[in-house]
């Protein structure tokens, strides 16, 4: 069965970093797009950042150039660096697939302070 566990957020204050990491299991990892979301309360889930089987990135405008998407396939993980976070970066954030989205796992809740 497909289980997706995030772990690392916290609370920091504005300007600060944090590294999300995501722990797949029971999927073709390695040939997967995969990507991190987050959901702020009252909003929609929102696709931050996506990372192809070869490695490209992607990301929306608002996380672009501070924050960075990467993956280690031999490991199945998945990892979001989080450089310079304000506080609309706060929400709890998930990893999944992008193409094929799978069950849920509980995300990781990352809060910002001013």
């Known amino acids: 069965q497909v289980q997706l566990v995030e772990s690392g957020g916290g609370l920091v204050q504005a300007g600060g970093s944090l590294r999300l990491s995501c722990a797949a299991s029971?999927?073709?990892?390695?040939?997967?797009?995969m990507g991190w979301y987050r959901q702020a309360p009252g909003k929609q889930r929102e696709l931050v950042a996506e990372i192809t089987s070869g490695g490209v990135a992607n990301y929306v405008d608002s996380v672009k150039s501070r924050f960075t998407i990467s993956r280690d396939n031999d490991k199945k993980m998945l990892y979001l660096q989080t450089d310079s976070l304000k506080p609309e970066d706060t929400a709890v954030y998930y990893c999944?697939?992008?193409?094929?989205?799978?069950?849920w796992g509980q995300g990781t809740q990352v809060t910002v302070s001013s």
């Open positions: 999944n697939g992008v193409s094929t989205v799978w069950n």
């Open positions: 029971g999927i073709l990892f390695r040939f997967k797009t």
